[in-house]
């Protein structure tokens, strides 16, 4: 494959053309928009659709006594157990597509290995089986609350949606190793923080035992970030000619 680096045709710059780009600008003069406006005049016409929107979706109800049981002892405690559900349920939701990111991955990694000779399938196999396990643990952890872990909540709605764009990246076949690691690593940053937040969420409601099954699974996501970060430096500065 062509490194994307390499200096080609490239048009979509304006230094390219500083004829038509006068010209351009003359014809932003000459015909200017239809209808008037502004970003605050944008903000105005959505207005009315944010106050009138209904949430993403919902926190479903237990579906056996023993769910009911669960939630309403937090509730006693003064805690909201539909947080730490949606929380745990959004990590499950974004975990699943780390594992599908990995497959994709590897996939192209299979077709490619000349590109990026610091990896190797078994890393990237071992990362995938942890990002598979800590889907599992997600699960686990939903059903010890009494909670459905197959419901979509918010979060793991909002979590779908915010990582299709990653796939795009990865599954695109103009995509290099390299480009497909920074999807991957966008991924991996925030499944970091959102660990974090989970566990001291856990904790903060009183579920310390489930918490220290969570740090597990923030370790192992911590020496993935720190991989993807060593072998992005080695591919860059083995492109840039620097190593």
Same mark, same amino acid.
């Given at each position: 494959?062509? %490194?994307? =680096?390499?200096?080609?045709?490239?048009?979509?710059?304006?230094?390219?053309?500083?004829?038509?780009?006068?010209?351009?600008? #003359?014809?932003?003069?000459?015909?200017?928009?239809?209808? &008037? &406006?502004?970003?605050?005049?944008? %903000?105005?016409?959505?207005?009315?659709?944010?106050?009138?929107?209904?949430?993403?979706?919902?926190?479903? @109800?237990?579906?056996?006594? !023993?769910?009911?049981? !669960? %939630?309403?002892?937090? #509730?006693?405690?003064?805690?909201? +157990?539909?947080?730490?559900?949606?929380?745990?349920?959004?990590?499950?939701?974004? *975990?699943?597509?780390?594992?599908?990111?990995?497959?994709?991955?590897?996939? !192209?990694?299979?077709?490619? #290995?000349? *590109?990026?000779?610091?990896?190797?399938?078994? =890393?990237? =196999? $071992?990362?995938?089986?942890?990002?598979?396990?800590?889907?599992?643990?997600?699960?686990?952890?939903?059903? $010890?609350?009494? +909670?459905?872990?197959?419901?979509?909540?918010?979060?793991?709605?909002?979590?779908?949606?915010?990582?299709?764009?990653?796939?795009?990246?990865?599954?695109?076949?103009?995509?290099?190793?390299? =480009?497909? @690691?920074?999807?991957?690593?966008?991924?991996?940053?925030?499944?970091?923080?959102?660990?974090?937040?989970?566990? !001291?969420?856990?904790?903060?409601? &009183?579920?310390?035992?489930?918490?220290?099954?969570?740090?597990?699974?923030?370790?192992?996501?911590?020496?993935?970030?720190? %991989?993807?970060?060593?072998?992005?430096?080695?591919?860059?500065?083995?492109?840039?000619?620097?190593?």
């Amino acid at each position: 494959m062509k %490194s994307p =680096q390499s200096m080609g045709m490239n048009r979509s710059g304006i230094d390219l053309s500083t004829q038509g780009a006068e010209e351009m600008m #003359k014809a932003v003069d000459e015909f200017p928009p239809a209808s &008037g &406006g502004n970003a605050m005049t944008l %903000s105005q016409l959505r207005a009315p659709y944010l106050a009138e929107a209904d949430p993403v979706g919902s926190i479903p @109800l237990p579906g056996t006594l !023993k769910g009911v049981a !669960k %939630s309403g002892m937090q #509730k006693l405690m003064g805690h909201h +157990a539909e947080v730490l559900i949606d929380q745990l349920a959004g990590r499950l939701a974004f *975990e699943r597509t780390g594992t599908r990111l990995y497959d994709a991955l590897i996939g !192209k990694f299979m077709t490619r #290995k000349d *590109e990026a000779t610091m990896l190797s399938v078994d =890393q990237l =196999q $071992q990362i995938r089986a942890e990002e598979a396990a800590h889907l599992g643990l997600c699960w686990d952890a939903l059903r $010890q609350l009494g +909670a459905d872990p197959t419901a979509v909540t918010p979060l793991a709605d909002t979590n779908a949606v915010a990582s299709i764009g990653l796939m795009q990246v990865i599954a695109d076949p103009r995509m290099t190793i390299a =480009q497909s @690691l920074h999807a991957i690593h966008v991924a991996e940053l925030t499944d970091n923080d959102g660990w974090r937040l989970l566990i !001291k969420l856990a904790r903060e409601m &009183g579920q310390d035992e489930m918490a220290g099954r969570l740090q597990t699974a923030l370790e192992e996501e911590e020496r993935h970030l720190a %991989s993807l970060r060593t072998w992005m430096e080695q591919i860059s500065l083995n492109e840039a000619g620097a190593q």
